[in-house]
T-cell receptor, first 116, second 113 residues
Framework: AQKITQTQPGMFVQEKEAVTLDCTYDTSDQSYGLFWYKQPSSGEMIFLIYQGSYDEQNATEGRYSLNFQKARKSANLVISASQLGDSAMYFCAMREQPGNTGKLIFGQGTTLQVKP | DTGVSQDPRHKITKRGQNVTFRCDPISEHNRLYWYRQTLGQGPEFLTYFQNEAQLEKSRLLSDRFSAERPKGSFSTLEIQRTEQGDSAMYLC???????????FGPGTRLTVL
């Protein structure tokens, strides 16, 4: 069965510094997608970044980058130049093969607090 | 606004009552998903539609839960005879079939007293 593990329940980072949020996954599929979502206290899930299993380069979106290490089955999120507005819950998720339902399997989440 | 919308945002009900939530997906999206999120946990998949067809239901979805998407546009999720364990955030998401990210709505927070 597919599984996502986020081992850091909470993280602190100083404003303007970089932070890495860990995510490991388990799947027997060859084709899959990995996602990171941000959930502020308001509750809405905000898409941040996507990495396909066949993508050779690590995904980047502005201050977000995904450190994809396929052999280690890890997909860590790196946030550069942290801002106070980055304080939120962050979820790593995996999608089954595109030909199937496309449902997402989420990890337990990591709470990030950015200190001024 | 062309995002996913959900109504109501908050619902407080007494145990044993029925509740219904609505989700309006992004208009061109043919896939619609329902997830449930309890406090401090990640969302868990409940069910999914492609157009009007409900193609998969999680084992989490007991027979007290029913979902519909009658015209392949908006969807409703009904919970009958609510229990305190149903208290959670109910999230709706939509996407294009075979595409990348799912776009989530703001969620409906249900509290069962």
């Amino acid at each position: 069965a597919q599984k996502i593990t986020q081992t850091q329940p909470g993280m602190f980072v100083q404003e303007k510094e970089a932070v890495t949020l860990d995510c490991t996954y388990d799947t027997s599929d060859q084709s899959y997608g990995l996602f990171w979502y941000k959930q502020p206290s308001s509750g809405e899930m905000i898409f941040l970044i996507y990495q396909g299993s066949y993508d050779e380069q690590n995904a980047t979106e502005g201050r977000y980058s995904l450190n994809f290490q396929k052999a280690r089955k890890s997909a860590n999120l790196v946030i550069s130049a942290s801002q106070l507005g980055d304080s939120a819950m962050y979820f790593c998720a995996m999608r089954e093969q595109p030909g199937n339902t496309g449902k997402l399997i989420f990890g337990q989440g990591t709470t990030l607090q950015v200190k001024p | 606004d062309t995002g996913v919308s959900q109504d109501p945002r908050h619902k407080i009900t007494k145990r044993g009552q029925n509740v219904t939530f609505r989700c309006d997906p992004i208009s061109e999206h043919n896939r619609l998903y329902w997830y449930r999120q309890t406090l401090g946990q990640g969302p868990e998949f409940l069910t999914y539609f492609q157009n009007e067809a409900q193609l998969e239901k999680s084992r989490l979805l007991s027979d007290r839960f029913s979902a519909e998407r009658p015209k392949g546009s908006f969807s409703t999720l009904e919970i009958q005879r609510t229990e305190q364990g149903d208290s959670a955030m109910y999230l709706c998401a939509s996407s294009l079939a075979g595409a990348g990210e799912q776009f989530f709505g703001p969620g409906t927070r249900l509290t069962v007293l």
